[in-house]
Structure formats: C-alpha cells, structure tokens
T-cell receptor
Framework: KAGVTQTPRYLIKTRGQQVTLSCSPI?????VSWYQQTPGQGLQFLFE???????NKGNFPGRFSGRQFSNSRSEMNVSTLELGDSALYLC?????????????FGPGTRLTVL | AQKVTQAQTEISVVEKEDVTLDCVYE???????LFWYKQPPSGELVFLIR??????QNEISGRYSWNFQKSTSSFNFTITASQVVDSAVYFC????????????FGGGTRLMVKP
C-alpha cells in the first residue's frame, strides 16, 4: 500500500507570492490534516479535512487555506507569502475523523521564502 | 486548552545505554489519546504508539516501553539498550475526543546515540 505522498518536496518562493502544496492520502483514508513545522514554533496544526469539509482549524491567519477533493486528495494554499512562512509542511492521513486512529505522515514539503 | 511538554530538548547517550524521554500533558477532557512519533533526519513522522486515557497499562514493544501515569499526567518513553539507529527527534502528542484528528505536539526531544 502506497504511503502519503506530498508534492512538491521542495519549493523556493519570494515574499508576496502564493503557493499551493498537494497531498495524496493513503488509499481508503478520508481524513487529511496539515501541520507546519518550524524550529521556533515546532509542529503546529493547520487544519483537518474530512469528506471535503474542513473540520478543524488551527490558529493561523486567513492567508492559509485548504481544500479536499472527492478522491480525498488535499491541497493547501498560502497567499502573500512572508519570510516566516518558511517551514516544513507535513500532511497526515487517517482512516476517518475519529481521534484515536493512527495518522500516517508524508515526507513533507520544505518551503523556503526569500 | 491542551498542552504537551517535553522538557528535554536534547539527550546524548552512548550505544547500549537505556534512555527515558519525558512527556507531560495538560487537558480538561476526560477522554483523550496520547501518541509518540519518531522523526528521523528524512523528516517523515513515524508512528510509534497510541494510548487512550482509560488504559493505563504500560506497554513494551521490543526495546521500547511506555509508562502512562494519569496521576502525574505523564506518558514517558524508554528505549532499552539504545542503538545508533535510534537517533532521531521524538515527539509526544495529544488528541482530544472532540477535536477530531487535531494533534497537539510537544516540542520534541532530539536523541543522539553515539557508537
């Protein structure tokens, strides 16, 4: 069974640009969550999608948005990039929305904002 | 609000030593779930264990063992006879029953095992 895949793996953008990251969950998984990892703030929850609906959202500005498609694939978008958005963005998939399920993480997308 | 604290930011041991990684959590929920993840240099988080708040039984899996104590809100992780391949960052995380798949992570403990 293929794991969680994230594309692209690396991105370099400049301030003010926007970026879209993609995540394909494990086949059969319907929940996708996104996390931001930085040296200063650690791992922080961005949002969770289940059955194309956003179920939870972390404490991030509106520049961060996401969506989920009918095949459970998810994208997250960051508009008007800031230097502080440089981070490793991790996607996790889970069977459903129940909190006790194991979440499987992808390898991440490393975003650098110049 | 929920919180997870891993007081040890970095631990260095010599191969074959035993090492314990501490995790303390805060939550107001009576139903919650605790996790440990390993993050090797490749960056991908690898699931190690899950515990629910009603199950305080300790668990052993090979060289790994976990001690869950509700009385002290702790969920500590011990590696016995550490190996160089255990070198990684280890994260403790918490999810609450009403918060879906949202994980609150601790700051992580970087474990370095030297040969």
């Amino acid at each position: 069974k293929a794991g969680v895949t994230q594309t692209p793996r690396y991105l370099i953008k400049t301030r003010g640009q926007q970026v879209t990251l993609s995540c394909s969950p494990i086949s059969g998984h319907r929940s996708v969550s996104w996390y931001q990892q930085t040296p200063g703030q650690g791992l922080q929850f961005l949002f969770e999608y289940f059955s194309e609906t956003q179920r939870n959202k972390g404490n991030f500005p509106g520049r961060f948005s996401g969506r989920q498609f009918s095949n459970s694939r998810s994208e997250m978008n960051v508009s008007t990039l800031e230097l502080g958005d440089s981070a490793l963005y991790l996607c996790a998939s889970s069977l459903d929305e129940l909190p006790y399920n194991e979440q499987f993480f992808g390898p991440g997308t490393r975003l650098t904002v110049l | 609000a929920q919180k997870v604290t891993q007081a040890q930011t970095e631990i260095s041991v010599v191969e074959k030593e035993d090492v314990t990684l501490d995790c303390v959590y805060e939550t107001r929920d009576t139903t919650y779930y605790l996790f440990w993840y390993k993050q090797p240099p490749s960056g991908e988080l690898v699931f190690l264990i899950r515990r629910n708040s009603f199950d305080e039984q300790n668990e052993i899996s090979g060289r790994y063992s976990w001690n869950f104590q509700k009385s002290t809100s702790s969920f500590n992780f011990t590696i016995t006879a550490s190996q160089v391949v255990d070198s990684a960052v280890y994260f403790c995380a918490l999810s609450e029953a009403n918060a879906g798949n949202m994980l609150t992570f601790g700051g992580g403990t970087r474990l370095m095992v030297k040969p």
